[in-house]
């Protein structure tokens, strides 16, 4: 009887490690990212360099912005390349910093690190999406002086501390039918932010079409396509890289306001 029931027990547990291993594994998978590899090649425009520190889209004309981009949690950084490749072809340098186990709280640093900010020529610009983004909110409040620009894409964040005296200027690009950065959750720290903070709601769009990947757990269907989506995220961080003389506007971007 001892011995049934051990066994029985054993079955279970057998059955929860093949669920939690395939669990896992769907998790990785429907991170992958989705592009064409040629968006890794060199063109007219952009010079790409691949380290294992990061991915870098540099203009062939001269410039004097520099953008680093924080992935979200687990997501393949490869994911943002259509994203930061557009970004550099209209002349910011563009780096996809690589994260320790894809995970953002373990490399948000790597840009101190890897003295990627020694040029004091260059305007630095830090984006992120997701926990990406979190952590790029955690950078500047902990490094004051250091970032020109800071972008966050699809957070809640920041959450546990206060940017709302901080002098550079910050945009949050939000989607209304996110289902991991809730619209409702975006806005409740609006006063954690800067008072003159951008803020963009992308009307129809949701968190995994930030990227080129898979569907992420707990997120709603868009009601756009990615290209769509991709389209108005690029044109409001070219419009706040260029014109930040009016980061001190708040707008709510819809489908129908993009052509």
């Keep these: 009887m001892k011995k049934s029931k051990w066994n029985r027990w054993k079955i279970i547990r057998v059955i929860w490690i093949v669920f939690g291993l395939?669990?896992?594994?769907?998790?990785?998978?429907?991170?992958?990212?989705?592009?064409?590899?040629?968006?890794f090649e060199d063109s007219s425009k952009v010079k790409v360099d691949i380290t294992s520190d990061y991915i870098s889209f540099t203009p062939k004309t001269s410039f004097d912005k520099v953008m680093f981009f924080y992935p979200g949690a687990l997501v393949d950084p490869d994911a943002y390349a259509?994203?930061?490749r557009k970004i550099a072809e209209n002349g910011v340098q563009v780096l996809i910093i690589y994260m320790p186990w894809r995970m953002a709280i373990f490399g948000y640093n790597k840009i101190k690190e890897l003295n990627l900010l020694a040029d004091k020529s260059k305007q630095y610009i830090l984006a992120g999406h997701s926990q990406g983004a979190k952590m790029a909110a955690q950078f500047v409040y902990e490094n004051p002086g250091l970032i020109n620009q800071l972008i966050l894409l699809a957070t809640t964040h920041p959450r546990d501390y206060?940017?709302?005296?901080?002098?550079?200027?910050?945009m949050k690009i939000f989607g209304s039918q996110d289902g991991v950065a809730d619209p409702h959750d975006v806005l409740a720290n609006k006063s954690l932010l800067p008072e003159n903070t951008m803020f963009v709601e992308i009307e129809g769009a949701n968190h995994a079409q930030f990227g080129y990947y898979g569907f992420q757990l707990g997120d709603n269907e868009a009601q756009?396509?990615?290209?769509?989506?991709?389209?108005?995220?690029?044109k409001n961080i070219l419009w706040f890289i260029h014109a930040n003389d009016h980061h001190d506007k708040t707008i709510k971007q819809n489908i129908g306001e993009i052509k």
């Design 22 to 39: 395939t669990f896992l594994g769907w998790m990785f998978y429907s991170v992958n990212a989705d592009v064409e590899d040629d968006i």
């Design 82 to 84: 259509p994203l930061c």
């Design 162 to 170: 206060d940017l709302s005296n901080s002098t550079i200027p910050v």
């Design 224 to 234: 756009i396509s990615r290209e769509k989506q991709q389209k108005i995220i690029l």
